[in-house]
């Protein structure tokens, strides 16, 4: 199977450019999360799509929003571009739905590295 | 905000040699995972043990939990060239959500 690809691989912007990320799962994989990593913060959870909906969220503001199509393939928009925003994101996808007797093994993405200016 | 924290930041071994690395987290999970990332890409999944495992091997990984003392280590034996990289725990809820430690440096020298 094809692993997790997420386009475009880099990205430069300017402040208050708005940026949308594309990630496509593993087939068959209908969980898609979406991380954020920066040398300041770490890695932090943004958000979490199963069946097109929405079940997770991080502590992320408003500007950072995504959504899941039918066939599982996601995005993530970015608007009002901040420095700050530099960073590389990462998207994984997990095959099972989750709930109390499931464990979610994640697979990720190579990233999207964005450069903010 | 992170979960996990590591221990230690960074780690210089020779080829051949044992690294451990150690997690310690705060709240109650369902289980942790270690994920390996070579220099900014991607991350790989190394292992997952759930909470009511105490010890899980892969290969050369032996990772271990104690979750009275909300810890987890990874040993990887016989450490090679190509295991130089960043390692990160994670702690898992049962619905897809990942809480990442700030991670341990590996440097494997030949």
């Known amino acids: 199977k094809a692993g997790v690809t997420q386009t475009p691989r880099y990205l430069i912007k300017t402040r208050g450019q708005q940026v949308t990320l594309s990630c496509s799962p593993i087939?068959?994989?209908?969980?898609v999360s979406w991380y954020q990593q920066t040398p300041g913060q770490g890695l932090q959870f943004l958000f979490e799509y199963f069946s097109e909906t929405q079940r997770n969220k991080g502590n992320f503001p408003g500007r950072f929003s995504g959504r899941q199509f039918s066939n599982s393939r996601s995005e993530m928009n970015v608007s009002t571009l901040e420095l700050g925003d530099s960073a590389l994101y990462l998207c994984?996808?997990?095959?099972?739905?989750?709930?109390?007797?499931?464990?979610?093994?994640?697979?990720f993405g190579p990233g999207t590295r964005l450069t903010v200016l | 905000s992170q979960q996990g924290e590591e221990d230690p930041q960074a780690l210089s071994i020779q080829e051949g040699e044992n690294a451990t690395m150690n997690c310690s987290y705060k709240t109650s999970i369902n289980n942790l995972q270690w994920y390996r990332q070579n220099s900014g890409r991607g991350l790989v999944h190394l292992i997952l043990i759930r909470s009511n495992e105490r010890e899980k091997h892969s290969g050369r990984l032996r990772v271990t939990l104690d979750t009275s003392k909300k810890s987890s280590s990874l040993l990887i034996t016989a450490s090679r060239a190509a295991d130089t990289a960043s390692y990160f725990c994670a702690t898992g809820d049962s619905w897809g959500k990942l809480q990442f430690g700030a991670g341990t440096q590996v440097v494997v020298t030949p």
């Open positions: 994984a996808s997990s095959p099972l739905a989750g709930g109390r007797s499931s464990y979610n093994e994640q697979f």
């Open positions: 087939s068959g994989h209908r969980s």
